[in-house]
């Protein structure tokens, strides 16, 4: 079975809608922040008459992040790249302004050294979006009526870019959610769906879901501990307890009995209680670790074991002390300028081509057309264009969709609002109330969210066309055609040179996510950072093999019958099994010797998917000893280590 086979883990569209649109705690307060400052942003441009207000309202979109932390480094990195790229494209124009032989040459090469840095090097969104501005000024050369008009719009560049910035920034800083505020309501909101979906019994389907939501929270608990601003509940040990206890969850049956839906959904109504509340919580002696074990029979499975035993550390985690050092935060590898890869992988050559080809393509076809309107699909080129084929379609039919309900919203209130308007305080009310419907959208998860975006930046392109009331769908029309013109260059390109499918990223995920399995089931003792390798592999696997499903029959047959991969749901499930073996009650009565040979398989299986081959067969089952000869915790071992070969057994078979 194939990741592509999974498809009743799909929701279907209304579904997907109604849960990525649903209210959350934060959201309003999000959305009217980035209404507010596109509104200021435009007010800003129309009384000053700054050009391009189109930009500067849509920055306020690209800029806007959870919390108010990542909003200003994203804020303070824009700004650094658009300094760097005005003073490089100042320097480009006194050379190739009158040589289009030298100036397309150089165009090409900032987009491909833009595209390849933003995939190999450590600032590579400031690189990116450096070579984006310094392509974008070149290839509007061609319409300048003359050097010094093209000076001035080089400079003004500088005041598009920074005005939002500075106005993104105070808003945030003034009215932004912080990052401790951010960390307790999505643990809360995990922990509230996680006890509701437990007590349901519908709880499986939403595990990948809820370890997606929690994993960026670690970079950003990781950052608040080292400025020393963390004052919450939620700290770095708190999310690792979390995402070890989802996954053990992996390994629970099917069909877990009523009471103990009930006796786990007590657990964690426990832990989110002590969440929300301000003091450390007394611990009930249900909860206890020393209690865990307590009447336990020989029916309870090792997986139950491990799962009450990870929800125990979790209550122990938050009611640790926020003022005690995390040390696991002394663990983290240094940081590299490159990926170690940056120069030997061919992919990352390979997809820097293929989006200048995908660039220099459409500039070639507007400038022959002489239709510069077309000029957003440069603009489309460079927004589109992702890995593999599967996430350019995804993003593409995301900006089509977002493209033309933006464009239908503009043209119609061209049509019947604006001839009734007479000042800039109407037209910055109709902008926000606008931004405020797009904003909800774009706040919404990666699978939806970048519509938002679109329907804003097709909006703001036809409503914003100059200092007065717009009453041209003409510029509206090229505009929406350069976005279709883009995506259709991309789609070719990148599905006829060197197509990459999403499964190949599948592939490399649960490579990684088998090797990392292996390191925990070899090491119980010291495999935290192993155990979330692991979380981060599976979160990157199921994502791409959502993503995969876009891919549709776009990539060529033979392409196609070499991406056979193992079942996520599969390698998840083992994943569940192998933390089982690891916590700290199961490990210590583990025998070496079959532990061993299983972490063994795990990682030849692992180098067996990272080549593209089928996974070895899973070795032969350990002995069981009759059950009056050991102890009761050897038992416990011993069962959990026959769960786990039971895994080995699913995943071997469900690929040969």
Same mark, same amino acid.
């Given at each position: 079975?194939?990741?592509?086979?999974?498809?009743?883990?799909?929701?279907?569209?209304?579904?997907?809608?109604?849960?990525?649109?649903?209210?959350?705690?934060?959201?309003?307060?999000?959305?009217?922040?980035?209404?507010?400052?596109?509104?200021?942003?435009?007010?800003?441009?129309?009384? $000053?008459?700054?050009?391009?207000?189109?930009?500067?309202?849509?920055?306020?979109?690209?800029?806007?992040?959870?919390?108010?932390?990542?909003?200003?480094?994203?804020?303070?990195?824009?700004?650094?790249?658009?300094?760097?790229?005005?003073?490089?494209?100042?320097?480009?124009?006194?050379?190739?302004?009158?040589?289009?032989?030298?100036?397309?040459?150089?165009?090409?090469?900032?987009?491909?050294?833009?595209?390849?840095?933003?995939?190999?090097?450590?600032?590579?969104?400031?690189?990116?979006?450096?070579?984006?501005?310094?392509?974008?000024?070149?290839?509007?050369?061609?319409?300048?009526?003359?050097?010094?008009?093209?000076?001035?719009?080089?400079?003004?560049?500088?005041?598009?870019?920074?005005?939002?910035?500075?106005?993104?920034?105070?808003?945030?800083?003034?009215?932004?959610?912080?990052?401790?505020? $951010?960390?307790?309501?999505?643990?809360?909101?995990?922990?509230?769906?996680?006890?509701?979906?437990?007590?349901?019994?519908?709880?499986?389907?939403?595990?990948?879901?809820?370890?997606?939501?929690?994993?960026?929270?670690?970079?950003?608990?990781?950052?608040?501990?080292?400025?020393?601003?963390?004052?919450?509940?939620?700290?770095?040990?708190?999310?690792?307890?979390?995402?070890?206890?989802?996954?053990?969850?992996?390994?629970?049956?099917?069909?877990?009995?009523?009471?103990?839906?009930?006796?786990?959904?007590?657990?964690?109504?426990?832990?989110?209680?002590?969440?929300?509340?301000?003091?450390?919580?007394?611990?009930?002696?249900?909860?206890?670790?020393?209690?865990?074990?307590?009447?336990?029979?020989?029916?309870?499975?090792?997986?139950?074991?491990?799962?009450?035993?990870?929800?125990?550390?979790?209550?122990?985690?938050?009611?640790?002390?926020?003022?005690?050092?995390?040390?696991?935060?002394?663990?983290?590898?240094?940081?590299?300028?490159?990926?170690?890869?940056? $120069?030997?992988?061919?992919?990352?050559?390979?997809?820097?081509?293929?989006?200048?080809?995908?660039?220099?393509?459409?500039?070639?076809?507007?400038?022959?057309?002489?239709?510069?309107?077309?000029?957003?699909?440069?603009?489309?080129?460079?927004?589109?264009?992702?890995?593999?084929?599967?996430?350019?379609?995804?993003?593409?039919?995301?900006?089509?969709?977002?493209?033309?309900?933006?464009?239908?919203?503009?043209?119609?209130?061209?049509?019947?609002?604006?001839?009734?308007?007479?000042?800039?305080?109407?037209?910055?009310?109709?902008?926000?109330?606008?931004?405020?419907?797009?904003?909800?959208?774009?706040?919404?998860?990666?699978?939806?969210?970048?519509?938002?975006?679109?329907?804003?930046?097709?909006?703001?392109?036809?409503?914003?066309?100059?200092?007065?009331?717009?009453?041209?769908?003409?510029?509206?029309?090229?505009?929406?055609?350069?976005?279709?013109?883009?995506?259709?260059?991309?789609?070719?390109?990148?599905?006829?040179?060197?197509?990459?499918?999403?499964?190949?990223?599948?592939?490399?995920?649960?490579?990684?996510?088998?090797?990392?399995?292996?390191?925990?089931?070899?090491?119980?003792?010291?495999?935290?950072?192993?155990?979330?390798?692991?979380?981060?592999?599976?979160?990157?696997?199921?994502?791409?093999?959502?993503?995969?499903?876009?891919?549709?029959?776009?990539?060529?047959?033979?392409?196609?019958?070499?991406?056979?991969?193992?079942?996520?749901?599969?390698?998840?499930?083992?994943?569940?099994?192998?933390?089982?073996?690891?916590?700290?009650?199961?490990?210590?009565?583990?025998?070496?010797?079959?532990?061993?040979?299983?972490?063994?398989?795990?990682?030849?299986?692992?180098?067996?998917?990272?080549?593209?081959?089928?996974?070895?067969?899973?070795?032969?089952?350990?002995?069981?000893?009759?059950?009056?000869?050991?102890?009761?915790?050897?038992?416990?071992?011993?069962?959990?280590?026959?769960?786990?070969?039971?895994?080995?057994?699913?995943?071997?078979?469900?690929?040969?």
């Amino acid at each position: 079975m194939t990741a592509l086979a999974e498809s009743q883990r799909s929701r279907p569209l209304l579904e997907l809608l109604a849960v990525e649109l649903a209210w959350r705690e934060g959201r309003w307060a999000a959305v009217v922040r980035i209404a507010t400052g596109s509104a200021i942003a435009v007010v800003i441009a129309m009384v $000053f008459q700054i050009p391009q207000p189109t930009y500067m309202a849509y920055i306020v979109f690209l800029l806007s992040k959870d919390e108010k932390n990542a909003t200003v480094t994203a804020a303070l990195g824009a700004a650094i790249a658009v300094t760097l790229a005005i003073l490089l494209v100042l320097g480009l124009e006194i050379i190739d302004t009158s040589e289009p032989a030298l100036r397309l040459p150089l165009m090409a090469m900032a987009t491909f050294a833009a595209m390849f840095t933003a995939r190999t090097f450590a600032l590579g969104p400031i690189s990116y979006l450096a070579g984006f501005i310094i392509v974008l000024l070149q290839s509007v050369v061609d319409d300048a009526p003359s050097p010094e008009t093209l000076t001035h719009l080089t400079l003004w560049t500088w005041v598009v870019v920074c005005v939002p910035v500075a106005v993104t920034v105070i808003v945030n800083l003034l009215f932004g959610q912080g990052a401790v505020a $951010f960390l307790d309501r999505t643990v809360r909101k995990v922990l509230t769906e996680w006890e509701t979906s437990l007590a349901n019994g519908n709880y499986r389907k939403s595990l990948p879901e809820w370890r997606a939501q929690l994993l960026p929270l670690l970079e950003i608990a990781q950052h608040s501990t080292q400025k020393g601003a963390r004052t919450g509940q939620i700290t770095v040990p708190v999310i690792r307890a979390l995402l070890d206890a989802l996954v053990i969850f992996e390994a629970l049956p099917d069909d877990l009995p009523d009471d103990l839906r009930e006796d786990l959904a007590s657990r964690l109504r426990v832990c989110r209680q002590a969440v929300e509340s301000d003091v450390a919580p007394a611990m009930p002696d249900s909860l206890a670790p020393h209690s865990q074990f307590v009447g336990a029979s020989n029916e309870q499975s090792p997986a139950v074991i491990a799962v009450r035993s990870a929800l125990c550390a979790l209550l122990s985690a938050i009611g640790r002390p926020v003022t005690s050092p995390d040390k696991t935060e002394a663990h983290h590898p240094p940081r590299r300028l490159f990926v170690a890869d940056a $120069f030997s992988n061919p992919a990352h050559w390979q997809f820097a081509l293929k989006t200048t080809m995908a660039v220099m393509i459409s500039y070639a076809i507007y400038t022959l057309l002489d239709w510069s309107g077309l000029r957003t699909a440069i603009v489309t080129c460079f927004f589109v264009a992702l890995s593999s084929l599967g996430e350019s379609v995804h993003k593409l039919l995301l900006r089509l969709s977002g493209a033309v309900i933006g464009g239908i919203i503009s043209g119609l209130c061209i049509v019947f609002v604006l001839p009734h308007f007479t000042d800039i305080g109407q037209l910055c009310a109709l902008i926000f109330v606008v931004s405020l419907g797009t904003a909800w959208v774009a706040t919404s998860s990666e699978l939806l969210s970048y519509a938002g975006m679109q329907i804003a930046f097709a909006f703001f392109l036809g409503i914003l066309q100059g200092y007065a009331p717009a009453t041209d769908l003409t510029v509206l029309r090229d505009r929406v055609a350069g976005i279709l013109l883009g995506n259709i260059v991309i789609t070719i390109i990148f599905s006829s040179f060197w197509p990459q499918s999403a499964r190949s990223g599948v592939r490399a995920a649960l490579a990684e996510a088998l090797r990392a399995i292996g390191e925990v089931i070899r090491q119980p003792r010291r495999a935290e950072e192993a155990r979330m390798r692991t979380v981060q592999a599976l979160a990157r696997a199921d994502h791409l093999r959502t993503l995969g499903l876009f891919e549709l029959r776009m990539l060529p047959s033979h392409a196609r019958e070499s991406l056979s991969v193992p079942s996520v749901g599969n390698i998840e499930r083992l994943a569940g099994a192998a933390f089982a073996v690891s916590t700290d009650a199961i490990s210590l009565h583990a025998e070496a010797a079959p532990t061993a040979r299983l972490a063994k398989w795990a990682e030849s299986a692992a180098d067996n998917v990272s080549r593209g081959q089928p996974v070895p067969p899973s070795p032969v089952p350990t002995a069981s000893s009759p059950a009056t000869a050991i102890e009761p915790g050897a038992r416990l071992s011993l069962h959990a280590i026959e769960q786990l070969e039971s895994e080995v057994q699913h995943v071997a078979s469900a690929v040969h």
